[in-house]
C-alpha cells in the first residue's frame, strides 16, 4: 500500500513535466499577450516591446521555460501580473472558495441522487424510475451556464430568495483565518457569517450538482439493478434475513462500490471544473480568477493554477483508489 | 404423514413480450423427516425452479405458482413473505450450486454466518460467533477462527462450499435443499462435499432434497429417487430399484450417460440423442417421445399418465423398459 501511493506520487513528476512543456507552448501561441490586456488597442509599439521586455517575454521561449523551470524546483510559481501577488498567495486564497463550492455540489448530487437511483431500481419500470431516468439525462444535457443562469434569474433576481454573486455579503465583516468561509464562521463563532456564507453556496451548488446529480442517478440504478439478480442475494434471502439487512448489508454495500469510485472521479472533475459556474455567479474560486487570468493573459497565473490543479486532481484520485481497496476486500493495491 | 408434501405443484413465467414457459408443470413428491430424496433431470427442466418455488424465492413478478407444497401442516405456498422469512433459513435451508457466487464477496464469512444465527437463534456477540466456528468446524473448516475474519475470496471452491452448507445447517432445519452443490466444484472435492453433506443429515436427522443432473451423484446417498424431464416427473422409485429396473426410456438414458469404472464389458458411455430443446409441450404426448427410440403411435396425442406399481415405483410411459432389458 505505501509503495503504491510512493509510485503513483513519483509518476506524478513526469506528468507534472510534460503538463508544464504543453501549458508552456500552447499559452505562448495564444493570441495577443499581456500587454494587449494592460495596454487596451491604444497602446503604441514601443509601450508594448516595453512591457513584454520587463515581464521577460522577449526572450526565447526556452530561456523563459528555464527560468519557469529553475524557480519552479524552489516551489515558487511566480507573480501574478494583473494582481502583482504571488500566484501561490493567490490560490490558497481562492482554492477554498471552489472546494466548499465543490463540496456543496457533491452534497446535493450524493444526497438526492443516490437515494433517487437506489428507489428507482427498486420499483423498477414504475413512473418513478421512467421519470429519474429522464430527469438525470436532462441533467447531462442541459449546459451548466445555462442552468446557473436561470437558476440566478428566478431565484435570485425574481423570487429574490437567494443572493445572486459572491461568497458572502459584504455588510457582514467577517474574519477569515482558513479562507474557508463556513469553516471560519464557525470557528470564530460569528454564525451569521457562517449561514450568510451557507446562503451564498446554495445556487451555484444546484448548478454544479447537476452533472454529477444525474450520473450518480443512473450508476446507483444500474448497479442497484445488477446487485438485485446476485446470487449472494438470493442466499442472504434464503437465510430468512429481514429486509433490511438483505438491503443494508447485501445489496447496498456491494452497489456503493462502482458508485464510491464515480464520486470520486466526479470530485475531482468538479474541484477544476467550476470555471462556469463561479463566472456565473461572482463566486471568487479558483475557476473565476483562472477566467479572468486567460483574458489578461497572466501566464504565470494560468500556468500555476493549472499545475496545482493537476497536482489536487491527481491526489484526489489517489485517495480515491485507496479508499476503494479499503471498501472492497477484493481489491489490493500494489 | 411425509414432512414435505408436494402435490402438483406448477410454475409458469409469464412475461411481457416474451413466450409463456412452463418450467414446473404438475410436479408432485414428498419426502420424509430423515430421508433423503433426488431430483434428478438435465438442465433446464425445472429443478431450480421447484425449489425456489418451495423457498418462495421466485422473482415476485412474472412467476405464477400453482399446486400445494405441505411442510409439517404449514402450506408454504400460501405463506406470505414475512412468515416465509421466519421458515427460510431455520426450518427450511438451501444450499446453491455457484459457492463463489453464492457469498457476499465484500463480508466476512463470519459475518455470513453469524447473521443467520442472530436472525433465528436469538445469539449476539461473542456466543455467536463461538457457534459460527463450532459450525465451520464441523463441516470440516480447518483453523475455524481465523477463517471467520477472511473474505469468500480467500477461500478455496471446496472451503467455500462447505461455508455454504455451514451457513444452511446453523439452525438446524428440519429440510435441506441442496440444488446441485458440486457441479460447480473438482471431482475430488466432489466426493467429499457429498460425503459432508451424507453425514449431516444423518447425524441430525435432517431431510434432504438433492437436486442434480448427474444420477452418479445420488447412486451412493438417495433413499428416493424423482427424475424430471420438462418440468414433470416421469419416474420415481426407490434408488435401488430404479438403478436395478429402471422403466422409463430417459432414465435408462441418464444411467447409460452416467461415467462408471466397471465399463469393460464393452459398454459404452452413451448420451441421449437431441437435446433438451426438442420437446413436445405435454398436452400434446410424451415431451419426450422427440428423442426417445421406444416411441410408439400411442406416445403422441395425449399426455402419458404416470403409472403406478406394486412396488411404489411409478413411471410416465406408454411403452416402458421391459424390467428384463437392464440398462
Ligand atoms: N426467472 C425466469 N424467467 C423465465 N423463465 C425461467 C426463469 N427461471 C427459469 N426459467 C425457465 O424455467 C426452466 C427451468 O429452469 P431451471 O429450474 O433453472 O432448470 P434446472 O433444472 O436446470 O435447474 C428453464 O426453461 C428456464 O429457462
Ligand atoms: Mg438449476
Redesign the interface.
Known sequence: MFRFIVRRLLLLIPTLFGLSILLFVWLHRLPGGPETAILGERGTPEMRAQIRRSLGLDEPLLMQYGRFMKRLLQLDLGTSISTKREVTTEFIQRFPGTVELTITAMVIAIGVGIPLGYLAARRSGSILDHASVGGSLLGTCIPIFFLAYVLKAVFAEWLGWFPAIGRQDSSIDATHPTNFFVLDGLLTREWDAAADAIWHLILPGLALASIPFAILVRITRASVLEVLG???V??????????R?VRR??VL??AM?PVATSIGLLTGLLLSGAVLTETVFGFSGIGLFLYEAISNRDYPVLQGFILLIAVIFTLVNLAVDVSYSL????VRVR | MALLDVEDLSVTFRRRGQRTVHAVDGVSFSVDAGEVVALVGESGCGKSVTSLAL?G?LPRRGAQVGGSANFDGTELLALDQRS???????DV??I?Q?PL???????PIG?QVT??LV??RGMSGDAARKEAANLLDRVGIPDPRRRLKE?P?QLSGGMRQRA?IA?AVACQPRLLIADEPTTALDVTIQAQILELLKELVRDSNTALIMITHDLGVVAGMCDMINVLYAGRVVESARRKELFAAPRHPYTVGLLRSIPRLDVGRGEKLTPIRGSVRDVLPWSEGCAFAPRCDRRIDASIGEPPPMVPTHTGHSYRCVNPVPVEEKA
Open positions: 446476485e446470487d449472494f438470493r442466499t442472504a434471502e434464503a437465510k430468512g434475513l429481514t429486509e439487512v448489508r447485501h454495500r456491494n462500490l471498501i472492497d476486500p477484493r | 423457498m424465492l416465509m422469512r421466519d421458515i427460510r433459513g431455520k435451508a438451501m446453491f455457484d457466487s453464492s457469498l457476499n464477496p465484500v463480508i459475518i447473521e443467520v436472525r433465528h473474505y475470496h455454504l451457513i
